[in-house]
T-cell receptor, first 113, second 116 residues
Framework: GAGVSQSPSNKVTEKGKDVELRCDPI?????LYWYRQSLGQGLEFLIY????????KSGLPSDRFSAERTGGSVSTLTIQRTQQEDSAVYLC???????????FGPGTRLLVL | AQKVTQAQTEISVVEKEDVTLDCVYE???????LFWYKQPPSGELVFLIR??????QNEISGRYSWNFQKSTSSFNFTITASQVVDSAVYFC?????????????FGAGTQVVVTP
């Protein structure tokens, strides 16, 4: 079946602009996660959504970062007033109801000039 | 706090050699989960295995095997008879069993280079 999809695959933006990154989880998966992968910081948890519960936002690095999940499916990660240190690969994952594992998408490579 | 240490930054082997990747973890949780993921050059993280903290049985899947030892807080991964397609970065990860389940704590990764 189809895996997690993310768009765009690459995004180049100028410092100070806002960006939106999209994630489509695997059909039937109930939980959705965002991570960030950068050379300096490795793989970092950002936020996760589980069903109708309030999201766990404990990994968001600043209030410039926000995420929402509409209809329990698609999610959008928004970064406002981007900074150069936001440059990274943003990875989305989803997991089935039994939460055996998190299955990752291909990521969005963000470059802030 | 949870922590995962992968001390090996890079391992280079010749095809058909065995390679063992070390993973040491720290957690205060009594119930937790350990994972291994593979990240090939294409970039997508591929799930390999999950192990529960209460199940110390070793596992073998084809050329892959995992050794979980709670006494030493280690969850090591061995690739037997390595192949060029095994070249990738391998990540060990840890999560709690309750409210921290969704937060995978990753190690820094080990780059495996397999040459023909």
């Amino acid at each position: 079946g189809a895996g997690v999809s993310q768009s765009p695959s690459n995004k180049v933006t100028e410092k100070g602009k806002d960006v939106e990154l999209r994630c489509d989880p695997i059909s039937g998966h109930t939980a959705l996660y965002w991570y960030r992968q950068s050379l300096g910081q490795g793989l970092e948890f950002l936020i996760y959504f589980q069903g109708n519960s309030a999201p766990d936002k404990s990994g968001l690095p600043s209030d410039r970062f926000s995420a929402e999940r509409t209809g329990g499916s698609v999610s959008t990660l928004t970064i406002q007033r981007t900074q150069q240190e936001d440059s990274a690969v943003y990875l989305c994952a989803s997991s089935p109801p039994d939460r055996v594992a998190q299955y990752f998408g291909p990521g969005t490579r963000l470059l802030v000039l | 706090a949870q922590k995962v240490t992968q001390a090996q930054t890079e391992i280079s082997v010749v095809e058909k050699e065995d390679v063992t990747l070390d993973c040491v973890y720290e957690t205060r949780d009594t119930t937790y989960y350990l994972f291994w993921y593979k990240q090939p050059p294409s970039g997508e993280l591929v799930f390999l295995i999950r192990r529960n903290s209460f199940d110390e049985q070793n596992e073998i899947s084809g050329r892959y095997s995992w050794n979980f030892q709670k006494s030493t807080s280690s969850f090591n991964f061995t690739i037997t008879a390595s192949q060029v397609v095994d070249s990738a970065v391998y990540f060990c990860a840890l999560s709690g069993a309750t409210d921290s389940w969704g937060k995978l704590q990753f190690g820094a990764g080990t780059q495996v280079v397999v040459t023909p």
